[in-house]
């Protein structure tokens, strides 16, 4: 699962996460011009995709997304709109929020639930999913995104990992990107 060298590196975290997140800083420790795109609780998130969006456009390299749980579903989203346009963009989920019945508690906020897109197309797209998630169902999302690939070989790539929602090797796992 490598990223293309000249990409440029964008990261969307999960909810309540942050640049001061775990990930982004083991992101940026192994590509050092990487950007977290921060979104707030509060924000509105249609105004967050369609800036991120916008600046992505402008862009001149290619463009490798990686989007973390809710923040992979933005980043999705995102992905969807580059690839509209003819923009070329990798996508890398993270246990992502595939369908908001995939989580195991109701308690997701419900003021971002419209924010939420049925992921329902991939390509140029590696899914991390960990295997032992507490947050979303693991087996639904294997699911999900083993039956897109039997429909559609070649454009996703499906890695399963003996692992939590947070991902904690996730720093092992970085030196595969």
Request: hydrophobic fraction near 40%; charge should be negative; charged fraction near 20%.
């Amino acid at each position: 699962m490598m990223i293309a060298e000249g990409n440029s590196v964008f990261y969307i975290h999960g909810l309540y996460g942050s640049r001061s997140s775990r990930k982004f800083t083991l992101i940026q420790q192994k590509y050092q011009t990487a950007v977290c795109l921060e979104w707030k609780y509060n924000d509105p998130i249609d105004v967050f995709i369609e800036n991120t969006f916008h600046m992505l456009e402008t862009v001149q390299h290619p463009i490798t997304l990686i989007g973390s749980s809710v923040g992979g579903n933005f980043a999705w989203q995102i992905q969807q709109m580059l690839l509209e346009i003819g923009k070329k963009c990798e996508l890398i989920l993270i246990n992502p929020l595939v369908e908001l019945m995939y989580k195991y508690e109701d308690n997701f906020p419900k003021h971002l639930v419209s924010y939420l897109k049925p992921m329902d197309k991939f390509t140029c797209t590696k899914v991390i999913i960990g295997l032992h998630d507490e947050v979303l169902n693991a087996d639904q999302t294997k699911a999900h995104f083993e039956i897109y690939d039997y429909n559609n070989p070649n454009e996703l790539e499906i890695f399963l990992v003996e692992q939590d929602h947070r991902i904690s090797n996730f720093g092992e796992l970085i030196g595969d990107f």
